[in-house]
């Protein structure tokens, strides 16, 4: 009785022992074990050979990549909430199914985004580094390393998805007024649960908040959503919390500002140029104006299993010949 053939299935960067020992045990699974991010051609070859392909948010799957003429991959199964890093439409075009792992970064996110908000104002890391820097310290001082309370002050969340609505319900708790901009406003329950304003206008919404959290997805439609003009909308001693996509920020005109004192600060879990970050981004870090984070929003133990968790059902489901739970469409974006 012959054996069936298991499909093919290459990873792209190291996931969690247990994530992967399950998926040699599903899957002839080829596991990058020393983690380098592989390059345009690696990913390249992997579509040739692959059924399945399990890239991660540093793996740019492009339409060159999906439209080689001996392209075999029949899924993509992301490993990451956003799709920005997949042509999405031209693997649609091409007959490849898409999936991602949405919902289960959706608090640990929150938990980050608010980390950040707290950041600021206070000074956490500026204060931190007085002591693993060995920098002076004379002992308590009533006047020394004052910050900015934000119990009363006014956030305003771009994007209230999961992601935003969670980050609105940790801050209501802070006593932060809660002010949001979506496509559409929420259904009437959340809104009156979190004490929430919609703006329709994002202009109007960003001249009068105190803090501004990114929490919408990378799209076409959202790139420099935060563009100069709308970034100088922005009152001087407000700040800007990024824990989504660098690329929704103008960054260059993000720092300049800051430079200038035309906006109080910013953390930063995200750049538009990742992995590469600033060395003015750095530079006013060190100066006490921004907080920077390397792109850790995500990263808990139990929200990586859980990612792969997913990745792993959603591969079965298509090989079964069935709907992947969390399919994703060239219309969704």
Not at 27 to 35: G, K, Q
Not at 162 to 190: E, S
Not at 291 to 306: D, F, K, N
Request: one cysteine or more; proline letters at 6%; glycine letters at 8%.
């Amino acid at each position: 009785m012959s054996v069936k053939k298991k499909p093919l299935v290459v990873v792209t960067r190291k996931l969690p022992d247990s994530i992967e020992t399950r998926m040699r045990e599903l899957f002839d699974a080829r596991i990058n074990l020393d983690d380098a991010p592989m390059s345009a051609e690696q990913l390249a070859e992997a579509a040739r050979g692959a059924d399945v392909l399990v890239p991660t948010v540093t793996d740019h799957i492009t339409a060159d990549i999906v439209n080689q003429p001996d392209c075999k991959l029949r899924l993509i199964a992301n490993f990451g909430n956003g799709v920005d890093n997949i042509d999405v439409e031209a693997a649609h075009a091409r007959g490849i199914t898409v999936t991602n792992t949405p919902k289960v970064l959706t608090e640990d996110t929150a938990d980050m985004t608010m980390a950040l908000i707290l950041a600021v104002p206070r000074r956490l890391i500026e204060g931190a580094s007085v002591l693993t820097e060995g920098k002076p310290w004379a002992g308590w001082s009533p006047t020394w390393m004052l910050g900015h309370r934000i119990g009363g002050k006014r956030l305003g969340i771009i994007g209230m998805g999961r992601i935003g609505q969670a980050v609105a319900r940790r801050a209501r708790a802070f006593g932060l007024q809660i002010h949001y901009h979506n496509r559409r406003p929420v259904a009437p329950k959340i809104a009156e649960e979190l004490g929430a304003t919609y703006w329709e206008s994002l202009d109007q919404m960003l001249a009068r908040m105190d803090i501004i959290s990114v929490n919408c997805p990378h799209t076409p439609a959202t790139y420099h959503l935060l563009s100069a003009r709308r970034l100088k909308l922005i009152r001087k001693d407000a700040y800007i919390v990024n824990t989504a996509r660098g690329e929704v920020t103008d960054e260059d005109t993000l720092i300049k500002l800051i430079e200038a004192g035309d906006i109080g600060g910013a953390g930063l879990d995200v750049y538009e140029h990742e992995p590469a970050v600033n060395p003015k981004l750095v530079r006013l870090a060190r100066a006490g104006k921004v907080a920077l984070l390397p792109h850790m929003g995500s990263a808990t133990i139990e929200g990586r299993v859980e990612m792969g968790e997913k990745v792993i059902i959603n591969i079965r489901t298509f090989l079964d010949a069935h709907k992947p739970p969390d399919r994703v469409l060239p219309s969704m974006l």
